[in-house]
């Protein structure tokens, strides 16, 4: 069996060479390179994610050059970021008509970023559980198994990053809209909200539990962006995993099942202990991709206000002019982006860890 | 990997029907969606829609980005992988982990910030201008040349990680002492570069600057957040597909003029992808 590559930089340096095999250019190289580096990645990743937190917090370009402006603007800038989230309460019965126009439009504002920021969390939490199952079914089947048309199936899981988000959401438009193929049926079906689910006795059923809030109709309705969520980012977990489980073959599997294990005791005491780290991180990307989908999600959501998710809120924020409030959705979005960064490198970390300790187990 | 005849692993019937109906349901069934609309279409419908100039324009826009981003990514991944495994420098770690934030960061988020901050620059400035600055060329004709840039520079950055990524491996893995030998037999590092380097790369490039290209022309999140979205001028594909679904004047015919258009984006895609594949293996073939 051949050992998977390990995830760590073998130190392959060229300033590391021996003097006498150095060529002359080597340095220059080095220098041309470094500096292109340097300054390109800056451009290119490092000054835009740091501008999302510039706009956010309303801090002028000026404040870099002066110290007492960036003071006041960071402290005119923080409440007004928390503000783009919840509007504190006011009176507005005493203030002057402008003002309470004013301030009751920023608190519906607010109200429509909180309730974006739900429906993305609301979505993550549908679309992540149901895309871990099926990405640790299909890497199961696929890689404990052999089977005509594997190959197939295989590269069936990659489909989705071959299509455009957008033509994503059109397929979905294109199967249940008004016009569609299964349109009569789908602007008819009624189907529960999940957070409307509430204790309501036992004088209507037998089943105490049940829905207050039923909507009508699958595209333009949070059922869509589930929908074009799930197609968005089904490949993410399975892909995690199936080169691992690949190289991991079945034989520590095979030996549970001689020793008396039943098929769910070895799934939880031997697959998913070696597998937990690609889990994890495949789950991550899955997620951090579901809450960012913009294309396939604008398709499907029929821009309406209680329909956004915190991408669509941003564009919204943004068409209105308001930028310090895009930006200071945006920022959230933007964290979640650099905490999975963050993860990747603390997993890459363990999953180089757990490769070596079990080299010298063989060893 | 095992090989033998009987598996006594359980689990297959559950695992792969599960995934199975899954998949056909979410992904495969939408998809035939797709091809059973199309087909619908008569050929003169197809063609009257694709050739629309609105929607040539937009092609042109879409493709030559990307292609542009994705060529430039190819230049300047390679710069930045070599740099990233051949020399040590201070923040080296930083730099290599960050190359992924394209991939983690939502491409509103992206747009929303490249937007904002590159929006002076003077070649991606957007003017009050009566008169739009238009290509000249043949190819590009009548496309604006602000946007064109604009929209080039959005694709770059959202096509960053996959050159970087397909090569950085190869350059990890490679034999220095080949190279050493190389170099003590009189061979100049433009030789090296061309005799034992590149062979060894080109597979890898080529499918990370794929990559690249088939992301760049599916790419909408960030886009419109940067281009004018003019169109006919500065519009790309998947904006007039969006378009054409929210026309409320006869939905049914917009509705079967995105297909259209879509369609042609999907089997350019898939052209791509299938391409690399056959590469892939090929370039598997030749080594073994």
Same mark, same amino acid.
């Given at each position: 069996m051949s050992a998977p590559a390990p995830v760590v930089i073998a130190p392959t340096d060229a300033s590391v060479l021996p003097a006498h095999l150095r060529h002359p250019t080597a340095a220059i190289g080095k220098w041309i390179g470094v500096s292109f580096t340097v300054l390109f990645l800056t451009a290119m990743i490092i000054l835009p994610a740091a501008n999302i937190f510039r706009q956010a917090f309303g801090i002028s370009w000026e404040s870099l050059r002066s110290p007492s402006q960036l003071v006041e603007d960071v402290k005119a800038g923080v409440p007004r970021y928390f503000q783009v989230f919840r509007m504190p309460e006011q009176d %507005?019965?005493?203030?002057a008509r402008p003002e309470r126009r004013k301030y009751q439009s920023a608190r519906a504002q607010a109200e429509k970023t909180r309730s974006a920021i739900g429906m993305t969390l609301g979505i993550a939490a549908i679309v992540v559980p149901l895309n871990l199952l099926f990405g640790l079914a299909a890497a199961w089947a696929v890689t404990k198994f052999r089977f005509r048309g594997r190959t197939l199936f295989v590269s069936l899981i990659d489909l989705p990053f071959a299509v455009s988000p957008v033509v994503a959401g059109l397929i979905f438009v294109l199967l249940m809209g008004r016009v569609g193929f299964c349109g009569d049926w789908a602007t008819k079906i009624s189907w529960p909200v999940p957070t409307s689910l509430e204790w309501q006795g036992f004088a209507q059923s037998w089943i105490p539990l049940g829905f207050s809030n039923w909507q009508r109709g699958i595209i333009f309705t949070p059922f869509a962006i589930a929908l074009a969520s799930i197609f968005v980012t089904f490949p993410f977990i399975a892909r995690a995993l199936i080169p691992l489980m690949q190289n991991q073959g079945t034989e520590q599997e095979q030996a549970a099942l001689t020793l008396g294990a039943g098929g769910w005791r070895m799934f939880f005491k031997v697959t998913l202990p070696q597998i937990k780290w690609a889990l994890l991180y495949g789950t991550i990307l899955c997620l951090a991709r579901c809450v960012g989908e913009f294309g396939a999600v604008s398709v499907v959501s029929g821009s309406t206000d209680p329909n956004d998710t915190m991408p669509l809120r941003i564009e919204k924020l943004w068409q209105e002019y308001n930028t310090q409030a895009a930006f200071s959705v945006a920022s959230l979005l933007a964290v979640v982006s650099v905490m999975t960064l963050l993860l990747k490198i603390v997993i890459e970390k363990r999953a180089a860890a757990q490769f070596s300790d079990k080299k010298q187990e063989a060893q | 990997m095992s090989s033998r005849p009987a598996n006594i692993l359980p689990g297959f019937g559950l695992s792969f029907g599960y995934a199975s109906l899954y998949m056909s349901l979410l992904v495969l069934i939408p998809l035939a969606g797709l091809g059973l609309k199309t087909s619908n279409l008569s050929w003169d419908q197809f063609r009257n829609t694709i050739t629309n100039p609105h929607v040539m324009a937009a092609y042109k826009l879409s493709f030559s980005a990307a292609l542009a981003a994705a060529l430039l990514n190819g230049v300047f991944g390679t710069v930045i992988a070599w740099t990233l495994v051949r020399y040590r420098f201070p923040g080296r770690k930083f730099f290599d982990a960050i190359i992924d934030l394209p991939f983690a960061m939502p491409t509103a988020v992206a747009g929303l910030t490249f937007g904002d901050l590159y !929006? +002076?620059? /003077? &070649?991606l400035a957007r003017t009050a201008d009566a008169q739009p600055w238009t290509?000249?060329? +043949? !190819? &590009? +004709? !009548? &496309?604006?040349v602000r946007d064109w840039c604009r929209v080039t520079v959005m694709l770059t950055f959202v096509g960053l990680p996959y050159v970087i990524r397909s090569i950085q491996p190869i350059l990890q893995d490679w034999d220095m002492e080949t190279e050493q030998a190389a170099m003590s037999l009189g061979a100049g590092p433009a030789t090296i570069m061309r005799r034992l380097i590149a062979p060894e790369i080109w597979p890898a490039w080529i499918s990370g600057v794929a990559l690249a290209f088939a992301r760049g022309v599916g790419e909408y999140g960030s886009i419109i957040f940067i281009a %004018?979205?003019? /169109?006919? &001028? %500065?519009?790309i594909a998947p904006q007039l597909i969006l378009d054409r679904i929210y026309d409320p004047i006869d939905p049914e015919k917009k509705i079967a003029a995105a297909t259209a258009i879509a369609v042609v984006m999907l089997i350019v895609s898939l052209i791509v992808l299938l391409l690399l594949n056959g590469l892939d293996y090929l370039s598997r073939r030749h080594r073994a």
């Open positions: %507005s019965s005493t203030m | !929006g +002076y620059v /003077p &070649l290509f000249e060329i +043949y !190819g &590009l +004709y !009548g &496309l604006d %004018s979205n003019i /169109p006919g &001028l %500065s519009q």
